[in-house]
């Protein structure tokens, strides 16, 4: 349910594919629909690890910049934080 009170659909998007422009910032995010037509966005930002082999894997120097992120944003501070955009519940 949307927070207009609209029935929507949400869909999880993985945009890690070598030639997706979003593939470095989004990962995986959810996208809401309402008749077919994108209303809202959601993401997890949280410099998330992933495998270093299989599907959804990051080119290596990729997943080190994020590890390496990772780390040392824990040590000062930083935290994991949502994105949305538009309608979402």
């Known amino acids: 349910m949307l927070p207009n009170g ?7 998007h993985n945009f890690y594919d070598k030639n997706n422009p979003y593939a470095l910032v989004l990962g995986i995010a959810t996208i ?4 077919g037509i994108a209303v809202g966005f959601k993401d997890r930002y949280n410099f998330n690890w992933k495998c270093l082999l299989g599907k ?31 309608l979402c519940p």
Do not use: C, M, W
């Not at 609209?6 to 999880?12: H, R, V, Y």
């Not at 080119?59 to 780390?71: G, P, Q, T």
């Open 6 to 12: 609209e029935q929507g659909i949400a869909t999880t």
């Open 32 to 35: 809401y629909y309402h008749n």
């Open 56 to 86: 959804n894997r990051r080119k290596l120097s990729y997943e080190l910049k994020v590890r390496a992120v990772s780390i040392f944003g824990f040590l000062y501070g930083a935290k994991p934080f949502d994105i949305t955009y538009g």
